[in-house]
């Protein structure tokens, strides 16, 4: 009777302790930048939008292994923001950083730079199991939008 009882509570406890960490990172917000996407995408401003050349996803590797690879023209390095969408997960604001001009055996052409840029594994793995792989998966639903320079 009394090891029943700790049976018990001890697959009780096993089962509170690793359902709350998983819950935590499931209902953490996704994003912590600043900068609001929606108010640019919806507003009148002149943008500039670049397709993806190369998609990248396989979020059972581990972190950072759901991403889109950019060329993007050099006149854009100094912008203060870029909105990525990707069908199906969203639009996400964020902070321009490193350009690069070699990222997985894609090289820049001249007067371009490449932007490597993530979704988190998180909301990839939520994605896939929507049944949206393909959807992530599919270099055409990627974008990144910029403020336009004319």
């Known amino acids: ?39 640019f995408m919806s507003s009148n401003a002149k943008k500039f939008q670049v397709m993806a050349t190369k998609v990248v996803a396989q979020p059972w590797y581990g ?46 052409q001249p007067g371009t730079h490449l932007i490597r840029d993530y979704i988190r594994t998180r909301l990839a793995l939520k994605l896939i199991l929507k049944g949206l792989y393909s959807t992530i998966s599919n270099k055409d639903n990627w974008t990144l939008t910029y403020p336009s320079k004319n």
């Open 63 to 108: 972190e950072h292994m759901v991403y889109g690879i950019f060329t993007v023209p050099n006149e854009y390095k100094e912008t203060p923001f870029f909105i990525l969408t990707v069908k199906g997960a969203g639009s996400f604001c964020e902070k321009p950083f490193g350009n690069e001009q070699q990222v997985d055996n894609i090289t820049a």
């Open 1 to 39: 009777m009394v090891r029943r009882r700790f049976l018990i509570r001890f697959t009780v406890t096993l089962l509170i302790v690793g359902i709350l960490p998983i819950m935590y990172l499931l209902l953490m917000p996704l994003h912590d930048i600043d900068c609001e996407a929606e108010p």
